[in-house]
């Protein structure tokens, strides 16, 4: 980045930027998995916009679609009228994901963003069952405005709300306490005794793997038990697939290997298909008790990303194309391994699964140094978990085998290159 650029960033933009400080480029260009600074050089990208571009920069078929809609005067904003985009989307939508899995869901447009679903999400349970309280898990996060920082796990977001946030209960998630302890059986036991202070509550909030707590994956045996806790007791499952969903994981929906049907499911980021704001909020047919106009929002029809959305499940018409997906999973888990039983200075552990994966380090500051060294070795990677304690892998669910293996070479690099800096031995003393 320019002295100039930076003088503007300074100047203009508020202090709450972030990413700019991260990766301080000016960015210019990008197609698939590969993006370009103003000064030419090229960095892999294993960042995918934080979950919204699992298809990569640009998709050239998404590209095309969109331009072709543009140029013929198609419609851009409609609130939730009707047009020819949105109904192309729900349909396809139906047919090649939800009918084939044997989903029945009706199809909300609550916002484009994250939070918006979840905050439909719960507004809704809440209006359905009648009660208030909604459990959620430590270390989840949801968004950032009210409701779903309150079922949100990190401090430091919670403090920017200003005002307590109420009328949610946080309950252990699966390991959390280690191994020793069942997490669900603790939670039971709140909604068992009358004097828990436990209320049964509208619904139970969930990621099958936190993204920003650390890259936490739930066992499945574990959420198929909360499936359960969720109908002994007349409670809305909510799974909240904002970052896992849309393949990240390995499949479609990050609950498929679970066997479970939530009630409600939040999806946005990727659903777009090319980066455009786009969220959907699933609802059980039963649980759609909506009055007309009692949920809305101004860019909830978003016609650009339904051109796009539409676009994007086509990939999802050829099993080949999930298999794809499984297939590299398995050797990001493999690259991943190697790496924490070549470099035991790390302290590290495997975390996540499918697309979805990282390695945690027990050594203070170590991920931070990975990702900042990734930057300079010319590739994007952030870092995840309550410390930034994790170092994660977002690349583009169709990257080429090509743009994986230069990958896993920066990032073996960068680890390097950590190792080297804050000169770690084996034997390296843990926090």
């Known amino acids: 980045m320019t002295n100039k650029d930076l003088q503007i ?32 050089k090229e960095y892999i990208d294993f960042f995918s916009g934080a979950g919204a571009l699992n298809y990569g920069h640009n998709e050239p078929n998404m590209k095309k679609k969109l331009v072709e ?7 851009t904003h409609s609130l939730d009228k009707a047009t020819k985009a949105k109904t192309e989307f729900l349909e396809k939508f139906s047919d090649v994901i939800l009918k084939p899995r044997n989903l029945d869901y009706k199809v909300m447009f609550p916002g484009p963003t994250g939070t918006n ?11 359905v069952t009648g009660r208030t309280e909604v459990i959620s898990f430590t270390n989840g996060f949801h968004g950032m405005t009210i409701g779903s920082l309150s079922v949100t796990g990190n401090s430091m977001k919670r403090n920017g709300a200003g005002i307590p946030l109420n009328h949610t209960v946080t309950m252990p998630y699966d390991n959390f306490t280690g191994e020793d302890m069942e997490t669900l059986d603790y939670l039971e036991r709140f909604l068992e005794d009358n004097g828990s202070g436990v209320s049964v509550p509208a619904a139970i909030i969930l990621e099958t793997v936190q993204g920003e707590g650390g890259i936490n994956a739930a066992r499945f045996e574990w959420l198929k038990k909360v499936d359960e806790i969720c109908k002994r007791w007349d409670i809305i499952l909510i799974i909240d697939d904002v970052q896992a969903g849309v393949g990240r994981t390995g ?5 498929e290997p679970a066997n479970i049907k939530p009630d409600i499911v939040c999806l946005s980021k990727s659903i ?43 990939y999802w018409e050829d099993p080949k194309f999930e298999k794809s997906i499984q297939d590299k999973s398995d050797r990001i888990t493999k690259f991943l391994q190697e790496m924490i039983n070549k470099y035991p ?87």
């Not at 499949?251 to 609950?255: A, P, R």
């Not at 743009?403 to 031995?425: C, P, R, Y």
């Open 9 to 40: 960033i300074e100047e203009h933009e508020s202090c709450v930027r972030s990413y700019v400080r991260s990766f301080p480029a000016v960015f210019t260009k990008a197609r698939g998995y590969k993006i370009w600074d103003d000064e030419g």
């Open 272 to 314: 777009g298909g090319y980066g455009l704001p786009l969220a959907l909020t699933l609802i059980r047919p039963e649980l759609d008790q909506w009055k007309p106009g009692e949920h809305n929002g101004t860019f909830r029809g978003n016609n650009h990303a339904f051109i796009t959305a539409t676009e994007a499940l086509s």
């Open 345 to 431: 200075e790390m302290k590290a552990h495997l975390k996540g699964r499918g697309f979805m994966q990282g390695i945690s380090s027990d050594v203070e500051g170590f991920s931070e140094k990975v990702c900042e060294h990734a930057f300079t070795n010319g590739m994007i990677m952030e870092t995840a978990g309550g410390q930034d304690q994790v170092f994660k892998l977002f690349p583009p669910i169709n990257i080429d085998e090509e743009g994986l293996e230069k990958g896993f070479e920066l990032i073996e690099k960068s680890i390097k290159d950590a190792i080297k800096q804050m000169n770690l031995k084996s034997d390296t003393v843990t926090n």
């Open 117 to 127: 679903t979840v905050e439909s999400a719960l507004k809704l349970a809440r209006k």
């Open 251 to 255: 499949t479609f929906f990050s609950f």
């Open 69 to 75: 809609y543009i140029l013929d005067d198609g419609i």
